[in-house]
Each structure stands twice: as C-alpha cells, then as structure tokens.
C-alpha cells in the first residue's frame, strides 16, 4: 500500500491501520488463490486428517462445480464451513453429492461397489474386497433402498439417514471427525483470534 494512501486511512480515522491495512491486502491476495486436486488433496489430510485418496479425489469433484480443476479460495472457504459447522441436512446434501459423482441423483450397484471396494481391507486377492463390498451392497440396499427399485435415491439415502444418522458416511469417510475438527478449530481458529 502506498505512503499517502496510509497517511488518508490515518488523517481520516484519526488512528494508525498500517497493519490492518497490511493485513487485508494479504488476505486478498490469498483470496485470489486457487488449489489443484494435489493441494487440496494435502489439506484434507494435513488439518482434517482425512486420508481416503479416492474419496478425496472425488470430495474435489464434488465442490469443483467447473471444469477448471481447481478450488478457488472462495469455494475452500464455503466447503470448509460446511465441514467444520454444516448442519445436520448439509451433510446429507454433501456426502450424497460426493457419492453420486456422475451428478444422476441415484447410486446405483456399480457405484456403490467402487465406493466400497476400497474400504474393504482383505487378507488375499482383490476379487474377495469386490465380493465382500458386494455383500455388503446388499445388506445396505436392504436397509436403505425405501422404494425397493435396486438402487438408493437422494430421497432413499435422506430419509434413511434421518432414521439412522449413522447412516451418513456408510460409503466412505468425506466429513472430518469431531477430534479433527476439534483439532483444527483450536489450533487455527483460536490462534486467528488472538491476531
């Protein structure tokens, strides 16, 4: 910021914001910032201790509306908030959204098999995760399929997790854990207040 721009801000207030004044020209060039599927990939592990690689890969897709291959800071900052403090309907918004990642509203066996076949840790060959995630599609589908037509709705999966909350990650984990988020709030939240 320039010498005589500081001297107005300080004439016209009547007190020093150098550092204000500093400060916000920081946060505005970070703001002006975006993240690759890489950086972002970083962040979840790093302050949220999320480590699925697939499910991060596809979290990315699901908040990366366009087809730059980037999160803005804007974007970051919404997705944060929804993670940290989204409401209860927000997460059901949001985990469904990460799982559909084809945008059709529906979850259909094959996509439930890929998301399940990599949670699935298995002592031999990879046709027994298939198999497993497979059994598993059917005990799930028995569960959540409300309309019984073989694959879950967004209104199947709303309505089943409304009944059992712990329904919400069934696929995968794609919010952070309270002790993530504990973590995260006091150590950056607390520390920005003290700023």
Same mark, same amino acid.
Request: proline letters at 2%; aromatic letters at 8%.
């Given at each position: 910021?320039g010498k005589s721009k500081k001297l107005?801000?300080?004439?016209?207030? *009547? =007190?020093?914001?150098?550092?204000?004044?500093?400060?916000?020209? /920081?946060?505005?060039?970070?703001?002006?910032?975006?993240?690759?599927?890489?950086?972002?990939?970083?962040?979840?592990?790093?302050?949220?201790?999320?480590?699925?690689?697939?499910?991060?890969?596809?979290?990315?897709?699901?908040?990366?509306? *366009?087809?730059?291959?980037?999160?803005?800071?804007?974007?970051?900052?919404?997705?944060?908030?929804?993670?940290?403090? *989204?409401?209860?309907?927000?997460?059901?918004?949001?985990?469904?959204?990460?799982?559909? @990642?084809?945008?059709?509203? @529906?979850?259909?066996?094959?996509?439930?098999?890929?998301?399940?076949?990599?949670? @699935?840790?298995?002592?031999?060959?990879?046709?027994?995760?298939? /198999?497993?995630?497979?059994?598993? @599609? /059917?005990? =799930?589908?028995?569960?959540m399929d409300i309309d019984r037509d *073989?694959? =879950?709705?967004?209104?199947?999966?709303?309505?089943?997790?409304?009944?059992?909350?712990?329904?919400? /990650?069934?696929?995968?984990?794609?919010?952070?854990?309270?002790?993530?988020?504990?973590?995260?709030?006091?150590?950056?939240?607390?520390?920005?207040?003290?700023?």
């Open positions: 910021m107005s801000v300080k004439k016209e207030f *009547g =007190i020093n914001l150098d550092c204000a004044m500093d400060a916000m020209e /920081e946060t505005l060039k970070i703001l002006k910032r975006a993240w690759d599927k890489a950086q972002f990939r970083d962040i979840l592990h790093c302050a949220l201790d999320m480590t699925d690689d697939t499910l991060m890969a596809r979290i990315f897709l699901a908040l990366d509306k *366009g087809p730059s291959g980037f999160i803005s800071m804007e974007v970051w900052i919404s997705s944060l908030s929804l993670l940290l403090r *989204g409401t209860f309907e927000e997460h059901i918004n949001y985990c469904f959204s990460v799982y559909d @990642i084809m945008g059709d509203g @529906i979850l259909s066996r094959d996509t439930m098999t890929n998301l399940l076949k990599y949670s @699935i840790v298995s002592q031999t060959a990879e046709d027994d995760a298939e /198999e497993t995630a497979r059994d598993l @599609i /059917e005990v =799930i589908t028995k569960k *073989g694959k =879950i709705s967004f209104n199947d999966y709303e309505q089943s997790v409304m009944k059992q909350p712990m329904l919400l /990650e069934v696929f995968g984990q794609c919010l952070p854990t309270r002790t993530s988020i504990h973590t995260f709030t006091t150590t950056y939240v607390n520390a920005v207040g003290k700023m």
